[in-house]
């Protein structure tokens, strides 16, 4: 099965890698040449545009980082999705909205591709020792194709319905991991304030069963106020606009999402957008001196 | 040990039975006397008042509902702290603010009387199979002597500093608690509005890294849209109050739990102040057909 | 001036009347054609499609619902933009988002027909009375062209910018409207649960430094408890959307401009989707009695 | 009528002037002497504590900053309320909640002292110039005694009702106060990050319908980012944080007033608390260019 990856970051970088371990023939392209370095060195080749990884491949799986950026790759110049073969499958991996999945997956269609939506629940941990779980929508011939290829990257597979199903419930993951976040971060803040000390508040609160299990993987961030991205703060901000935007096109009122949306918002005004999203605590917790 | 039980409600009552079962010569008292009948007939003793109840024990425990209430029966009429005898320990486990247990702890070394600051982590279950974490704030002397009566009624003893600093830590649970709940309702509804499975929804979400723990206990109430209170849902919304005032107090911003508290609020309004607080689910989730 | 208008809501029934009075040819096209019946019998003109509409007029007014209809009527099956003769000008009255004003702007260049974004400050009263405000984008020559339409329908025209310039205006007094709102109707329902008469609450809040005029207009509405749609609350809800969508794009954060978001949300799914958006009032003072 | 004013800062300052202007006999108490100076010179006599203040005088008036000052000064070491002699009054105009409000009325009548709540609407400009609304609960006779007083420092007498229902309009006041300020300074930041000139977003929006009358008065500042207090964004924060608390007493849900609450927090974090409110457009407006 040949196979592109388009999009080599933090994601698609170790997602990709984990494919060549497996033996498999992959071609990549990222807009930056440099990410893809580690790669070609273990085996893998390098497509000069999306057309050009598009040639040819069975399957061609997409990481990118915001609607906008897939459009332009899958149908702007040297777009990809005009260079593949009639029933090859395009695997969109990003974290975009159901709508939009489902315009891409019509716009495969009228190309002869077939098309899944497969987000994934995880983030850089997972992606590298390959437990991530793909959220998948579309038809369930075609994710059976590509099955050997998810359990290469990632260890669960949900098909959760047709197309959008995949970023369906990826916007309520999102959604959850946000929201999530903020909270352990206000209850931090708060903690902080209060005078209790941020071990006792570190070794009391994660593991207890009123903070989401994640949150323990962000303790040495948090411990020692230094927020090197796994997943940057900017992205999480997009994460929630996006599903925000979904449930206002169902009609779903979701008040603390909004609001934690917002504080992403004045954080990443206030300097913070390409830190990791733990960064938050770091935004409510600094500042007045108690 | 002599010990009086003040406040036999969802919590207060399983706390004392355990107490009772371990041996403990015991008066309770509370508003309305039947909410005593079985503890009565397992051979604790009824007081008439705050004050009787207080008379020649050596250890009084109050389970109650706000601050108000405390402070009238400790200091209004026929209120507890004037019986109690010197030396004596009020151990207070009520969710209330840090300022205000500070007030009490005042107002108890007036009178000679020790005090501890003891609220629990941990709902109906755990406080009826005796697995409740006691979170205290007082002097090390003073939670030594009651340690075994923490021993019979939780499984857990977290001693977080002087006056207030039980309280305090109970003030970042419960924002948590409450941030949780909401968190994961506004996902649920937002999912439910992307057309996936109420099942499918339960299945991937609880137990995964993306959602408190003590959500998985929810579930059933959940799935079958039933929400016999276990936490009552005004009772958050006064949780979430003490712990957003006790913000205000720091100069703490708590965006999402400001957000929450008024969702509760809202919800309340529309008569589900008396459902537990999963409930809140309905609130979002309910109305406009998808 | 040949003219035509398409949209004929309680907007555009009002501005398309204005321009039949004053003596314009008029052509007419609503997705019902009931609305157009009071217009048709005052000489204009109906077209059987937004095509037909098109056809050999100088100028093409819309004043419609949602970025998606105006979309729909322009370009899709039978829509006019392709059908307007070279050097025509489409003036879009409707509140829609910026970047999508930029998109209609290049797709009416790209078939050589001019554009304009010019939304309106005011509702019904000053549609009829024609006291509106023109918030324009586009090149001046072109506004030129225009000006005596515009000043049939309002008294007031301000050139704000290059394309998209107008609707950013439009964002900015939209969300000015919808915050105004809620913090009105959220003093008067603190002022109601404190006990304060209805007549006393309006009598002295209306007309004062703290409250922005046009609420005055909403008096009668709250006075009776009865909110007949001037300003339908789902359209509020869209354009707090698309103003929050907008910010989002260009970085900004709106904390409290979202929580209204997040109220009208749930006041459209609690049935006052349909109301004037006054009702925000009935949804926060009901339920509950003090 | 002998008169005492307690509390000389911005408001109180002027207020007390405009006593001293029409030839009443007062002395005056400040925690900081320094304030009274001009005050003295004008012939106003100092007194050394708030006891010393209140012997002898008919009516004492309190201009302060919170509840928790007000209590101190009134019943605290060297309180006025003692040393007031009966069938005095005490006036107090600080803006608190109305629960306390209702508390010092009933240790005033413990006393033999009648009591008004007058908070007023306006701030330092009106303070000066006498043009003040006061906001009165109370015995109808008890303010016709003091109307000389109210008249010579303001303009119009609101009388709401009983005990704490002047303080309660007041909260409702404040709440709009600060709601339209936040909404003002959104729709700016919103307006500058769409590249609307700062001139043209003044002199569109000022004046207009949807934003309330007093933000002219905050022109200059935003103009000129400059935002010496005329009134502090902690206060503001505090009187949000009031309103917001006696929303929660009365059940009442405000979401757009807690989301401004917390950004009111934020900014005094960020170090804007000593600045005037309307700093708020700077704490949004600033950190990314756009």
């Keep these: 099965m040949k196979t592109a990856f388009i999009g080599l970051g933090i994601m698609g970088g170790r997602m990709a890698a984990n494919l060549l371990g497996a033996g498999y023939d992959l071609v990549v392209y990222n807009r930056t040449e440099d990410k893809a370095t580690a790669l070609l060195e273990r085996g893998a080749r390098w497509a000069s545009s999306p057309a050009a990884a598009a040639a040819g491949v069975d399957v061609l799986i997409t990481m990118l980082s915001t609607p906008e950026v897939v459009e332009n790759l899958a149908l702007g110049k040297e777009g990809f999705l005009g260079a593949l ?93 946000g929201e999530a976040m903020q909270a352990f971060c206000e209850g931090m803040a708060l903690g902080k304030a209060l005078g209790i000390p941020r071990d006792t508040l570190l070794d009391t609160l994660l593991g207890s069963a009123v903070v989401a299990p994640f949150v323990s993987g962000k303790r040495e961030m948090i411990r020692r106020d230094a927020y090197e991205a796994h997943f940057p703060l900017q992205w999480m901000h997009k994460d929630l606009h996006l599903a925000t935007l979904t449930a206002y096109e169902r009609g779903v009122a979701l008040p603390a999402a909004n609001a934690v949306k917002e504080t992403y918002a004045l954080a990443a005004r206030h300097g913070l957008a390409d830190k990791d999203f733990a960064a938050i605590y770091q935004f409510l917790a600094e500042g007045k001196a108690e």
Tied chains: 1, 2, 3, 4.
């Design 85 to 177: 073969k009639r029933e090859a499958v395009w695997v969109d991996a990003t974290t975009v909205n159901p709508s939009f999945s489902r315009r891409m997956a019509a716009a495969a269609q009228a190309r002869g591709v077939r098309f899944l939506d497969a987000p994934v629940a995880g983030t850089k941990g997972p992606a590298e020792q390959a437990t991530l779980t793909f959220l998948v929508g579309g038809d369930a011939e075609v994710i059976t194709r590509c099955q050997p290829l998810f359990d290469v990257m990632g260890n669960r597979t949900v098909h959760v319905g047709g197309h959008g199903m995949g970023t369906s419930l990826k916007m309520v993951f999102n959604l959850l991991l």
